[in-house]
Structure formats: structure tokens, C-alpha cells
């Protein structure tokens, strides 16, 4: 009989996307700790229908399907992006909790509604959520009600190698400026307004 081991469900990702980066990251270093798992990577593969991205749902909705049955025998499943979140998952990472507590908001179209359900469906229903930000967590908590006791704050933190002080100012302040974090989906736009 086959040991029973903790089973990480991933996206895989053609584009250098920051779910694809978080995930590599957390498959690396469980390797490096010699932490025993089992990895059970779900392609998204999805095309562009006037701009916008068309499909990737649907995809890894039927890559989760077509691996259930060796989900099955897992001890505990950890799905480190909710759309990944089978039936019987334990552990979801919720990154942007945006899409539960504001769904109306961005899923106007049937395709977008029935989408919603197929792949975000399950992951409320597992006995942890791994938030990675305290507020993230907070909002869980104050709009979903979710009880503490099942959110898991697990910040990120940060890559001393790339991120580090400098005296070398790379961009001139000026007065009053705005940074645009922009993806193509519109929940994931922000503007950050700066002022001195």
C-alpha cells in the first residue's frame, strides 16, 4: 500500500504570472526543506477573444476533473491558487480575495458567472484558508464570516537578493505622480496615487 503524502495541486502557467511565480517558490523550497509531497500541476491554457482571455477557466476546471481520482488517495490536499480547490481539498491559498467578497461586481456575463461556480466553487468549503496578508485575512473574517480559527496568515516575505536599499534613486520624485499595477482581467488593475 502506498504511503499517504500531503498533495500540492499548482497552476502551470505559460506566462511568468505572479501565481506561477508563487508557486514555483513554494515547490522549491519545500523540496530544498526535504519536506515529502507530491506535486499535481494543472495547465491553463486559454486564448484571447477581443483582448480578453477566454477559456483558462474551463481548462484547468477539466485538468482538476481528469487528475481527481489520484487526488483521492492524498492524505491532505494544499491548492496553492483557489481554482484549483477540488471537492475534498484541505488547504486553499487565497491570494485575492476580491473575486469572493465583490463576485457581482466582476462576474457580469453568463460565461463569467458559470465560471465562477465551476472554479472558486469548492474553495471556501476547505477546513484552512492561507491568507498571505493580514487585511486579507480581516476581510474574510468581516464579509464572508469565515471563523478565525480556519484562516492562516501566511505573509510572504522578501527576497533580500532582488529587493534591497539603495542610496541610487532610480525614478526622479516629482511633486505628485501615479503608479498603475495593471493586469488584463480589471480586478487586477489598481492606481496607487503618491503625493509628497
Do not use: W
Amino acid at each position: 500500500m502506498e504511503e499517504k503524502v500531503m498533495t500540492v495541486v499548482y497552476p502551470v502557467i505559460k506566462n511568468p504570472t505572479g501565481n506561477r511565480m508563487y508557486a514555483e517558490r513554494i515547490l522549491k523550497g519545500l523540496n530544498e526543506a526535504g519536506f515529502r509531497h507530491r506535486e499535481v500541476g494543472i495547465r491553463k491554457i486559454e486564448i484571447s477573444l477581443r483582448g480578453n482571455p477566454f477559456g483558462g477557466i474551463i481548462s484547468q476546471y477539466l485538468g482538476l476533473k481528469m487528475k481527481s481520482l489520484s487526488l483521492a488517495n492524498s492524505h491532505s490536499i494544499h491548492s496553492l491558487v483557489p481554482g484549483l480547490a477540488p471537492k475534498n481539498g484541505d488547504i486553499i491559498t487565497l491570494h485575492d480575495i476580491l473575486a469572493f467578497i465583490q463576485s457581482a461586481k466582476f462576474m457580469t456575463g453568463n460565461y463569467d458567472k458559470k465560471s465562477y461556480n465551476l472554479i472558486y466553487g469548492n474553495a471556501l468549503n476547505a477546513r484552512m484558508l492561507i491568507s498571505s496578508t493580514k487585511f486579507g485575512k480581516e476581510e474574510l473574517m468581516r464579509e464572508l464570516k469565515i471563523e478565525e480559527e480556519r484562516i492562516a496568515g501566511v505573509y510572504e516575505s522578501i527576497d533580500h537578493s532582488k529587493f534591497y536599499p539603495t542610496e541610487i534613486i532610480l525614478i526622479p520624485m516629482m511633486e505628485r505622480f501615479i503608479l498603475v499595477l495593471s493586469e488584463t482581467s480589471t480586478r487586477e488593475r489598481d492606481l496607487v496615487y503618491f503625493s509628497k
